[in-house]
Nanobody
Framework: QVQLVESGGGLVQAGDSLILGCSAS????????MGWFRQTPGKSRNFVAA?????????TYADSVKGRFTISKDNAQNTVIRRMNSLKFEDTGVYYC?????????????????????WGQGTQVTVAS
């Protein structure tokens, strides 16, 4: 089992920056990648960003956040950090951290909800316009 705990989030103004963290514990050696998804009321979770460090290291971003969001890993703290710059009203939502123990091969990896096995409790980000 892998446990995930998100940190950060809150209320910010449009154009501001925010950092979200996701701390992993448990059987973290089995994790291939971690990612972030955003959910708004009445909608399913949408992919935001993912970071793979086992096998072929890679980062993937949704088109809507490319150039504004950065995902990275703090190995000492076993934490994945996501820096969000130039926040927009449409970035508002509950952000969930996710981890996967699946080894995805090929293109289009780790950008779908069902590719991830473990989920955090979510953290609210509200961007005031």
């Amino acid at each position: 089992q892998v446990q995930l705990v998100e940190s950060g989030g809150g209320l910010v103004q449009a154009g501001d920056s925010l950092i979200l963290g996701c701390s992993a514990s448990g059987r973290t050696a089995s994790v291939y990648a971690m990612g972030w998804f955003r959910q708004t009321p009445g909608k399913s979770r949408n992919f935001v960003a993912a970071l793979r460090w086992r096998g072929a290291a890679s980062t993937t971003y949704a088109d809507s956040v490319k150039g504004r969001f950065t995902i990275s890993k703090d190995n000492a703290q076993n934490t994945v950090i996501r820096r969000m710059n130039s926040l927009k009203f449409e970035d508002t939502g509950v952000y969930y951290c996710a981890a996967t123990v699946s080894n995805c091969i090929g293109i289009g990896c780790y950008d779908e909800e069902d590719e991830f096995n473990y989920w955090g409790q979510g953290t609210q980000v509200t961007v005031a316009s």
